[in-house]
């Protein structure tokens, strides 16, 4: 499982930064949060796929955050995609998508569902849970968790082997947790798996100011990914427009007891981010600032 940032910049792209859009890649299927325009550019460059189980999850209806998703699927569309697209967004999301397919007048290779987005849960499987929060925004916008359900032990070979199990599916099923039988005895999965691993947690804020609903919504997250658009001494501009800097965003990640802290979503008035990491390493004792095409291994 990875993170991979494909836009970093807020508001406006610059020589080095694209608009907003992260992708977590497990198992061969990829989440994307936000995507901005020329979101489909990043994403080639990135070498994720263009055919994988996809889902898409947009934070609000700001150009910076959703115009992207047009020539998304325009691109999918021409190379041939056959995989549904699931698209989960705040109210305006169908509108804007299907005002814009049929004024474009392009059609799609694949099936497009459309999810209207309220706090709570909002998509659940066997592997993992996703879940909103209000942001505080200038708009109407969310935050999204991702809440990995725990994993099996891990499988010990040697005993395996000592119970007379042959390699092959059989391995498969107990790792999966399901009983198996041999010569009519019964194998539970737990004689040959380790103790349970705890999923993972990951926050993704969108854009929104520091507010102690989300520091409670993204409570012990391994990592939290957050705006920080500016630094300290633009406070003021951060709540006229309703960001964060980055020592709030590291005073959130701190009073939240998140582990690992990324920095994203950075104005265009700064060349580079070494400021934003300084501010927030005074606060917060493991943060990175992401920039695009980074890749950050969840383990």
């Known amino acids: 499982m990875k993170l991979v940032f494909l836009g970093t910049s807020a508001a406006q ?99 497009v569902l459309i999810t209207t987005i309220k706090e709570g849960k909002v998509f659940e499987d066997e592997k993992f849970s996703i879940y909103v929060c209000k942001a505080n925004h200038s708009v109407t916008a969310f ?18 082997k000592e119970l007379g199990i042959p390699e092959g599916k059989l391995w498969s099923d107990l790792q999966k947790g399901c009983e198996i039988t041999i010569d009519e005895k019964t194998i539970k999965p737990e004689q040959v798996l380790g103790e349970k691993r705890p999923g993972k947690k990951i926050g993704i804020s969108g854009d929104t100011m520091p507010t102690p609903k989300l520091e409670k919504f993204f409570e012990n997250c391994d990592y939290l990914v957050f705006d920080s658009t500016f630094l300290e001494d633009e406070k003021l501009r951060a709540q006229e427009t309703c960001h964060s800097t980055a020592k709030q965003a590291a005073t959130v990640g701190k009073n939240a007891g998140v582990k690992n802290l990324i920095l994203t979503h950075f104005s265009a008035r700064y060349k580079d981010e070494t400021d934003h990491l300084k501010e927030a390493q005074e606060i917060h004792s493991s943060v990175i600032t992401a920039r695009d095409l980074l890749e950050v291994e969840i383990k």
């Open 143 to 160: 935050s999204y968790l991702f809440e990995e359900k725990d994993k099996p032990g891990r499988f010990n070979l040697e005993k395996a």
């Open 13 to 111: 792209p610059t020589e080095n930064r694209g608009l907003s859009c992260i992708c977590l890649e497990r198992d061969g299927e990829i989440l994307m949060f936000d995507a901005g325009e020329a979101a489909q550019i990043s994403f080639m460059k990135s070498g994720l796929g263009w055919n994988k189980k996809m889902k898409l999850f947009v934070t609000h209806m700001h150009g910076d955050h959703c115009v992207g998703i047009l020539g998304l699927l325009q691109t999918m569309s021409m190379q041939n995609r056959t995989e549904a697209l699931e698209i989960f967004g705040p109210s305006g999301i169908e509108e804007f998508i299907g005002a814009n397919i049929k004024i474009l007048n392009f059609g799609l290779s694949f099936p």
